[in-house]
């Protein structure tokens, strides 16, 4: 079974994701984003398995969206992907596919429904939030 994660290491969500598939017992593929960059063809595919436009997909906050005009309401979904292949950082992560599916996972336990194993419980994220009690079940 193959986990593929589009992860940007400086982001506590993606860090969690990256986390909670390890403790699943899978070592995924880590997809440093900002490093490799984009292509259309990958965009395109990974926003249509997830069933997301380009403009769900848009990291609005902590990216520079609002000074390249993105934000704007007749702002196309081409003019969106153009701005991610210059601006990688725009995409927001982390994306995860794997054989069960692709899916942008935030918040972070969204993840979960993408594995075939749960990881053993207690699990927390970063800032202490309990994902997975002791006997394994979700929380919240």
């Not at 960059?37 to 990974?46: K, M």
């Amino acid at each position: 079974m193959s986990i593929v994660i589009h992860h940007n290491p400086d982001c506590g969500t993606s860090r969690n994701v990256l986390d909670i598939i390890r403790q699943s017992g899978t070592e995924p593929v880590v997809i440093e984003y900002l490093q490799t960059g984009w292509t259309r063809p990958q965009l395109l595919a990974l926003f249509a398995a997830a069933d997301i436009s380009p403009k769900q997909a848009l990291r609005v906050s902590k990216s520079p969206a609002a000074d390249l005009g993105l934000l704007a309401e007749d702002t196309t979904d081409e003019m969106i992907l153009d701005a991610m292949l210059q601006h990688p950082i725009l995409v927001n992560r982390p994306l995860v596919c794997s054989p069960k599916g692709t899916r942008m996972c935030r918040p972070s336990e969204l993840v979960l429904d993408l594995l075939y194993r749960l990881p053993p419980g207690p699990l927390f994220k970063e800032d202490g939030e309990m994902i997975l009690n002791a006997q394994g079940e979700r929380v919240g």
